[in-house]
């Protein structure tokens, strides 16, 4: 059972398109977190969502955790082919026993932006 | 200031054999957990350790193993390799206690078991 489902799972646009990238769950997390990784790399993150409703833009892309912690998405405007790579949503789950967690990932979205 | 490192970064392994990946946390980092992705999937959480014990363990056999050193350091193990080992493993740091809980990934280790 994959705990956060990713949606659409590939994208192929064209440079200069909108598009957004859907992270939902049945689960409430603590927070919401989305990463980049490219070929080859380790995932590197982008943002953190803590607050239900918050929303978090960084350059071309605004991230918005769902008002229940329970999703996510993120929008990309004016896509470029530098934006091309596998998007990642992780959810943080809080440990009862700990004072930390673990990220739960989504399954991804391949993204391919063509000049 | 390094980042998080992990090696070797490929490996090519028989079924049957067993495999070590090191991995050595970005600095003032003393938590490591483990990842298993597969092609164009997201990471599947391993295990973590904090404090050189492990603290967390996802729904992997006990063919996976691990350890952590005092410097923080860990290694991941994988007895009786099979086919379906074959994946990018992932090392990721962080600090021990705190929220939001983000974590920072090495490049990870290629592992192809033939």
């Known amino acids: ?115 | 200031d390094a980042g998080v490192t992990q090696s070797p970064t490929h490996l090519i392994k028989t079924r049957g054999q067993q495999v070590t990946l090191r991995c050595s946390p970005k600095s003032g980092h003393d938590t490591v957990s483990w990842y298993q992705q597969a092609l164009g999937q997201g990471p599947q959480f391993i295990f973590q350790y904090y404090e050189e014990e492990e603290r967390q363990r996802g729904n992997f056999p006990d063919r996976f193993s691990g350890h952590q050193f005092p410097n923080y350091s860990s290694e991941l193990n994988v007895n009786a390799l099979l086919l379906g080992d074959s994946a990018l493993y992932l090392c990721a740091s962080s600090p021990g206690t705190g929220h939001p809980y983000e974590q920072y990934f090495g490049p990870g280790t290629r592992l192809t078991v033939t």
């Open chain 1, 1 to 115: 059972t994959q705990l956060l489902e990713q949606s659409p799972q590939f994208l192929s646009i064209q440079e200069g398109e909108n598009l957004t990238v859907y992270c939902n769950s049945s689960s409430v997390f603590s927070s919401l977190q989305w990463y980049r990784q490219e070929p080859g790399e380790g995932p590197v993150l982008l943002v953190t969502v803590v607050t239900g409703g918050e929303v978090k833009k960084l350059k071309r892309l605004t991230f918005q955790f769902g008002d229940a912690r329970k999703d996510s998405s993120l929008h990309i405007t004016a896509a470029q082919p530098g934006d091309t790579g596998l998007y990642l949503c992780a959810g943080e789950m809080i440990l009862s026993s700990s004072n930390t967690g673990k990220l739960i990932f989504g399954q991804g979205t391949t993204l391919q932006v063509k000049p």
